[in-house]
């Protein structure tokens, strides 16, 4: 008896399972694309409000929501036509140059969203460690000028890895043609205007120039698969082991020190004297102010791993398959098979940002309802104001009580038995009630 499954092969299972996919794309891509370019706006204007611009690392977010939207945005109209072949657009130079400007453009806003999220985890890595290290000699990294050093530095590299591609096209013109047959027959969307017998249309076509040989394209696809796509995924999962360690690390030894002084407050003799029970509270007060800056940048590092995660999920295949068509060029077929699949993750990375924002700070919903309230139906309000009282107190100095219900020690004493991934779960649904993630 023969193997199972023995007349299929590799390019029959991803077609199959790229047609299933592929029937849906429109609608999604379409979805995705309207939402991700207005949430990005949204975020742009509400990261520029004088309160959101007193953290450096908001300029990052900002950056890469301009790249996000103009990706969305661009892909968003190459698709509408692109899909539609007889198009009259299609046929007209306008419509070759912009074919034109957004294969290139697309992988440089593109890498360089990605480049801006490396360097945004390399930089914040940075300044903990520097604010953990005694030592004077590190410079002052969290400041506009090293995040916008960091933001230049980014879009060079992206620059530098789309080179090559810029070089790999070239616009021909192959004079006036016949319209093709299918776009004159009867029932296409847009057969009238190809009625007349001799209608033509101008055929332009993107191909490669005459110098662009073999050598060129494997210089092409090894800068665009190490400089785009392997080193920053790797750089990303080092930084993001880094950041959730240090953010697992503090929680823990905060733990450990809340609860050290907790059983030296208890240890304490009950006084009637006013006075005595006023320097106790007093020394809980200071003991709560002094860990509000550290609360606050737990909360920033882990809002930042959030986002640096989302691209490692989204990129990360993306990678692999790049460097498997590298190893054995064979299965290129798979990328173009693909190519629907690989799109939605992409959009999906950029439009999924103002999720996190929305559902992880208080200080970014105050100022998004802040400016645009009068766009939102009132119930945005009340669930802003139910959110916030649910999350404690409203001062944004203090530390949201998440242990003060009678539950609290056994709470306590299931986190100590937890594994590093439930901590950092935890960490993040810490998050929602959050009363400042951006600000440091």
Known sequence: MSGFCTDLDEE???????ERYDSFHKIIYQTICILGVIANICVVV???????RKNPFNLFLIGIAICDMSLMASYFIYKQVQIELCHPLYFTFIWIVFTYSYALFSVLFH???????????????????????SSRNWPRLNTYKAAS???VAAILIAAVGSAPNMLRYQIFYKGELPAPDVCKANGSKFASFYEKPDSNVSAYILAQPSFWNCTWERFSFWIAGLLLKLVPCLLL?????????????????????????????????????????????????ASTSGNSSKVQAERTTAMLTIIVAVFLI???PQGILVIWMGIKPQVRFAMTQLSNILDFLSLLNSSVNFLLYATMSNLFRHEFLQTFGQCCPKRFFSLF??????????????????????????????REIQTMAIKLVREYLFLLNS??????
């Open 12 to 18: 029959s299972l991803l077609s199959s399972l790229s």
């Open 46 to 52: 509400v990261l520029l409000r004088p309160t959101m």
């Open 111 to 133: 890498s360089a969203s990605l480049w801006i999220t490396v360097n945004m985890a390399v930089l914040r890595y940075l300044v903990l460690k520097s604010s953990s290290n």
């Open 149 to 151: 050093f960091s933001i």
């Open 237 to 285: 999962t080092i930084f993001m082991t880094l950041l959730v360690r240090m953010l697992v690390e503090a929680r823990e030894r905060r733990n450990r020190l809340h609860s050290g002084k907790q059983s030296t407050l208890s240890s304490l003799p009950t006084q009637t004297n006013n006075g005595r029970d006023k320097s106790v509270g007093n020394e809980k007060g």
């Open 314 to 316: 989204t990129e990360l």
């Open 385 to 414: 104001n139910s959110k916030k009282k649910r999350g404690g107190s409203t001062d944004r100095s203090s530390i949201p009580n998440i242990n003060n219900k009678s539950g609290g020690r056994d709470n306590a004493a299931h």
């Open 435 to 440: 009363e400042n993630v951006f600000i440091n």
